[in-house]
């Protein structure tokens, strides 16, 4: 994807956080995610985000079922109100 709502999709950051603390290794979010937006480090034993735009935008499906809850997203009301923002520039 390359626009997400006319917005290039390299402005957007909607792309998933790791926590390295909290990674069990179980390779989870590889599996469920088709979108190639992780990498499993083999060296650490932890996913890792290696291409972040691949993320859909506003889904959240790796973080809901990560069993150890490593995955996080940004906060969706202060994205939602950077969106609005962008929109808004975009229209001017």
Known sequence: M???RGIPREEIPW??????EKCIGCR???????NDVFVFDEARQ??????????????RTCARLCPSDAITFP?????ATLIKQ???KKEQ
């Open 75 to 79: 906060d969706a009301a202060e994205f």
């Open 15 to 20: 792309y998933p956080t790791i926590d390295g």
């Open 46 to 59: 932890k996913s890792t985000v290696a291409h972040p735009c691949n993320c859909v935008v506003e889904c």
């Open 2 to 4: 390359t626009n997400w």
């Open 86 to 88: 962008k929109l808004a």
């Open 28 to 34: 989870e979010c590889l599996n469920i995610c088709k």
